[in-house]
């Protein structure tokens, strides 16, 4: 099928009802992987944090990271989920070269998390409530990378390489139950659902949760039932979508595809489909295996997970305020509209402009500045604004000499440059490239009086009455001074001086 198949969006959902599952992996940032004592810092070199127990090799025994099962607690409480009192590992079976002990270690019928629910707030501020299934614990397999070929699949490469140093990371596997009632807003609820997940996690300080880089993956699946009708539909599911966009684009794409196949007669297959960027496309992956086919059991090597009560109160007890109800706290705090609100998310902003006011800005300058000049910096430079060579500090600091008047808007904007190109503190940038307002009357008056002989004409319609001239000897001072007056008080100078009332 190709794209120019698909029925209209509009057309798809004035038939069909879509439903949803979201299964979300995240991985989490564990300082060691899931079973063993290997690093899992990124960039190693390929097979260089391996050891007998995540290679698979005989012989070896697997032990739980702490941090791993605490991390999944965190979760699944802030899922509003109940902890299990008991659960096992198990495995489940199936050879891939990527995962070498050909079994991943996961949970099956006993996960550590069950039965919560995550409130979004889609974009008109109205919350929809999504119900978890299961969070569980597994770990991640290696990555194969396909050589000689022209596409980078195995088809046609000539050998493939295995890194392992990701195999046995941890991954915590959310599950939504199915997702109904979202009508035409279910590809908007499936974005607003994994951001919401992907700020959860990042405020529990699990897992850093960079989709771009893998640390966070959705699978969609999606199935239509004809309006009115109770009974499910066949899915579909789209595998590891890799960013919020993505999400959205793969939902409604996979309505448009299933209403096209079966408002012509057709039976959707439950497969697995692979999304792509370019187009926003789908296109069918493996048939589906059943449950059965990976012949899951208890992991005999593992005892089974039992969190003591006191524990799982302890960590319900230091739980963060949720990402939704901080946001909305915020924004009442600040005073703005739903609509900055989300920009500020969306440009990675919030946790700036907190760090801004608690180093001392008001609310409205750290919003300026970041959401303004730095926004724009980061764009330009197609870099996160967290990863501008500035700090919250300083932005406060160029903040505070604005409002002490020793910075205007212009020299602000300067001093930030200075700090981004590494030449120092807002402090030195100001002392090195003499960016101080000049608050010297003398000086001032000088400039003044020059700007009024200079452009005679002017200073005398100002004479006669006609204030709002005076801004042309504005800006002929500001730019004799360099930009480094203070407007209001040049204004104020020259109304002086030509003898009018401001
Ligand atoms: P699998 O391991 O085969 O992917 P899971 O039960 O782990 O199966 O996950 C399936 C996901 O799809 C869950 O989120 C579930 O709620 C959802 N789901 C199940 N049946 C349907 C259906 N007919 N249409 C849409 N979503 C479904
Ligand atoms: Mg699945
Ligand atoms: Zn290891």
Redesign the pocket.
């Known amino acids: 099928m190709t794209v120019t198949d698909l029925v209209p969006y509009e057309d798809a959902l004035a038939s069909y009802d879509p439903v949803m599952g979201l299964e979300v992996h995240v991985e989490l940032g564990t300082k060691t992987?899931m079973f063993?004592?290997?690093a899992t810092t990124l960039g190693a070199d390929a097979n260089a944090?391996?050891?007998?127990?995540?290679?698979g090799l005989p012989g070896s025994l697997p032990v739980v990271n702490a941090i791993g099962v605490e991390s999944a607690i965190k979760i699944g409480l802030a899922l509003n989920c109940s902890i299990a009192e008991w659960c096992r590992f198990a495995r489940k079976n199936y050879f891939y070269p990527d995962m070498p002990k050909n079994f991943q270690t996961s949970q099956y019928d006993e996960p550590i998390a069950y039965d919560g629910y995550l409130d979004v707030q889609l974009e008109d501020g109205e919350v929809f409530r999504v119900q978890i299934e299961r969070a569980h614990m597994e770990e991640d397999t290696g990555k194969s990378t396909h050589v000689g070929g022209a596409t980078g699949r195995i088809h046609g490469a000539s050998h493939s390489l295995l890194d392992y140093n990701r195999a046995?990371i941890p991954l915590i596997e959310i599950v939504t139950k199915p997702i109904e009632g979202a009508g035409e807003r279910a590809p908007e609820v499936a974005k607003a659902y994994v951001a919401e997940l992907r700020e959860l996690v990042r405020a529990l300080g699990v897992s850093e949760a960079r989709m771009e880089m893998g640390q966070m993956r959705c699978d969609v699946n999606l199935s239509l039932r004809p309006n009115g009708t109770e009974t499910f539909g066949t899915r579909s599911e789209t595998k590891n979508v890799n960013s919020l966009r993505s999400v959205e684009r793969a939902a409604r794409f996979e309505i448009q595809r299933h209403a096209a196949v079966l408002s012509s007669g057709g039976t959707i297959v439950q497969e697995t489909r692979h999304f792509h960027e370019e187009d926003g496309s789908t296109t069918a992956g493996r048939i589906k295996d059943n449950a059965e086919d990976y012949r899951y059991f208890p992991e005999p090597d593992l005892v089974p997970v039992a969190p003591a009560r006191a524990w799982v109160e302890e960590l319900r007890a230091v739980l963060p305020e949720l990402p939704r109800i901080r946001r909305n706290r915020l924004r009442e705090e600040w005073g703005v509209s739903a609509h900055d609100m989300q920009s500020i998310l969306n440009a990675g902003a919030v946790d700036l402009i907190v760090a801004t006011i608690e180093a001392g800005a008001g609310s409205a300058a750290a919003r300026k500045w970041w959401m303004g000049e730095l926004a724009r910096r980061a764009n330009e430079d197609g870099v996160e604004l967290a990863a501008l060579p500035i700090t919250p500090a300083q932005v406060a600091r160029v903040a505070a000499l604005v409002d002490e008047g020793s910075l205007n808007d212009k020299l602000a904007r300067q001093t930030i440059e200075g700090v981004l190109a590494g030449e120092g503190d807002p402090d030195t940038v100001v002392e090195k490239r003499g960016l101080k307002v000049v608050s010297d009357e003398g000086a001032l008056g000088a400039a003044v009086d020059e700007a009024i002989v200079g452009n005679a004409a002017i200073a005398d319609k100002i004479r006669g009455g006609k204030v709002a001239a005076a801004g042309a000897l504005v800006g002929a001072v500001m730019k004799a001074t360099r930009g480094q007056a203070d407007a209001a008080r040049v204004r104020e100078l020259i109304l002086e001086k030509l003898g009018v009332e401001g």
Do not use: A, R
Request: charged share 10%; proline share 8%; with cysteine.
């Open positions: 992987k063993c004592g290997c944090q391996t050891c007998p127990t995540c290679l046995g």
